[in-house]
């Protein structure tokens, strides 16, 4: 396996895009203005756990002055507000803790994983959460709990939450991060101030993945245009050859389907609905190729459009030719339309069936 190892977060510089959320959190530090509550939204990947993780450095970097909370008490201090850009360090004990996941006044409350692979955040979590936040800091500024993924929250957790929120014990910064501000009850989103994040630049990402991770041109190319605008996904697949390796055996199916009789994806069907925990990403790789074949059939291609696929790009402009732009788009729609249905336990195999009743045959050789 090659690895391409990450920076370690040190500092605000360190983190790629997002420039306009990283200036928000630092000024409401500089500025004594943090909230008690934010909540982080964006794609899977995109970083949202690592400006949290940052947020919660900055917050209590040894280097770092006194900052109050907003609603809280008002300073005694006369301490002057840290404009230092150096904070975090990412040298300081506290910042090294953090980057590792250990220090002790920094929670980090995930979901579980079951074995469906369907996160869930239970209220034993939140209960135990809530005990230590009760509990007076160890030796930090604040109590930080970054609680990741809070749209796996079950409603009976996320309600236990609210009680939080609505009364923030002293010295508390809670730090939620979800896919959709609107996955979340609005009596929670509304108690955060929402930061989010949106994909970044292809060539962002393409940069960033040559300079900092040292990842071969070529690679990095394919990798950024894969990557739907999420750093943080693209740097996994860099390091994790399987991600790719798994692309091309997707992108292998969906050959043999659209090659194969009404039959042949009978058997398909049947074949792939016995791997129940890969069929989502299989249909999400299947997803952006009809969205690259609905973009090339509508025509030439418009400035601005960039195709996710580029390595299969002489293939998609050959069936481009074949296939109708309705028939792309009826596959893109249906492929979608599956993704929606399994997530809610729907048969698997019927599922792929009437998929593959969609795709559209190869013309018969006349
Ligand atoms: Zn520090």
Known sequence: MTHYNPPMPTNWNTIIGHDWAVELLAKAIEHDRVGHAYLITGPEHIGKTTMARTFAQALNCEAGGKPQVASGKSSTSDQQPTTNNQIPCGKCRACKLIAEDRHPDVRLVEPEVSGRGKPTLKIEAIRELQQDLNLSTYEARYKVAILTRFDAATIGAANAFLKTLEEPPNKVILLLTATDADTLLPTISSRCRTIGLRPLPTDTIEQSLTIRWHVPDDKAHLLAHLSDGRLGWA?????????????????????????????????????????????????????????????????????????????????????????TAEQALASLKQTNLALWQLERNANTRLVLENLFLIYPLQPSPS
């Open 235 to 323: 740097v996994q697949a860099a390091q994790d050859p399987t991600i790719l390796e798994n692309r091309e055996q997707h992108l292998a199916w969906l050959d043999e389907a659209l090659n194969g009789s009404r039959v042949a994806r009978f058997d398909l069907a049947d074949k792939l609905s016995r791997k129940p925990e890969q069929l989502p990403t299989i249909l999400q790789t299947w997803l952006s190729w009809w969205r690259d074949l609905t973009i090339l059939a509508q025509g030439p291609t418009r400035d601005g459009i960039v195709l996710t696929n580029i390595d299969q790009e002489s293939q998609l402009a050959q069936l481009a030719q074949t296939w």
